[in-house]
């Protein structure tokens, strides 16, 4: 009988860094991914007896920190990010706390996974794929915004600020399907400073532009 062994979308890619911690690139495996549907006056208060983090007040901001956070994604719509294997208990967690309310709970943990994108060339790096302002000016910690990356539909969410030690540290959630190519993509942005080249996975018809 074969073994059946739990994989990422990325399972085949390591970890890579540019010459003297520029930029660095890395998977980050198995984390928990809820989307959350619910009216926030109605079930803030609800969400945050259930996992312990209010619902964002502010449009495209994030409550909590990078083990446990709720990302704005649209007015009524919220990703609960849990650590690795915690989004069941979280699901259970909601849908009983938030009994009574018109809500919606979906695992998407499968579905997207997390790409951490960091270091002093993190956001020059991130500029050359998308028209989203992540300058430091504009997009700050705790901060979390939609948009295209190259060809890719993704979301972007600050974790650590400029100032702390390795530069900003940046999390990109992208649809499983797209990760590969959103893996090359970044290594091809951050060249010019020393992150190796990446190669498509065998069978992929597309190609990166030069």
Do not use: N
Request: hydrophobic content about 45%; aromatic content about 8%; overall charge negative.
């Amino acid at each position: 009988m074969s073994e059946i062994r739990r994989r990422t979308p990325l399972h085949t890619r390591t970890p890579l860094e540019a010459s003297g911690g520029a930029a660095r690139i890395a998977e980050l495996s198995f984390l928990g991914k809820l989307v959350l549907r619910v009216d926030p006056q109605a079930g803030s208060k609800a969400v945050e007896t259930a996992i312990g983090i209010p619902l964002p007040a502010e449009a495209c901001t994030v409550t909590g920190d990078g083990d446990t956070a709720v990302l704005w994604i649209g007015p009524d719509e919220f990703w609960v990010i849990t650590p690795r294997d915690g989004e069941t208990a979280a699901a259970i967690a909601l849908e009983q706390g938030l009994a009574g309310l018109l809500h919606q709970v979906a695992d998407v943990s499968s579905y997207y996974t997390a790409i951490e994108i960091a270091g002093p060339r993190a956001r020059e790096m991130l500029m050359k794929l998308t028209m989203l302002d992540v300058d430091a000016r504009a997009f700050t910690v705790g901060q979390v915004a939609g948009s295209i990356f190259a060809a890719a539909q993704a979301y972007l969410w600050q974790v650590t600020g400029d100032e702390e030690p390795g530069g900003p540290a940046f999390r990109l959630f992208v649809r499983r399907s797209m990760a590969d190519y959103m893996w090359c993509l970044l290594a091809e942005a951050g060249v010019e400073w020393g992150l190796p080249a990446q190669a498509p996975i065998e069978g992929e018809t597309w190609r990166l532009e030069r």
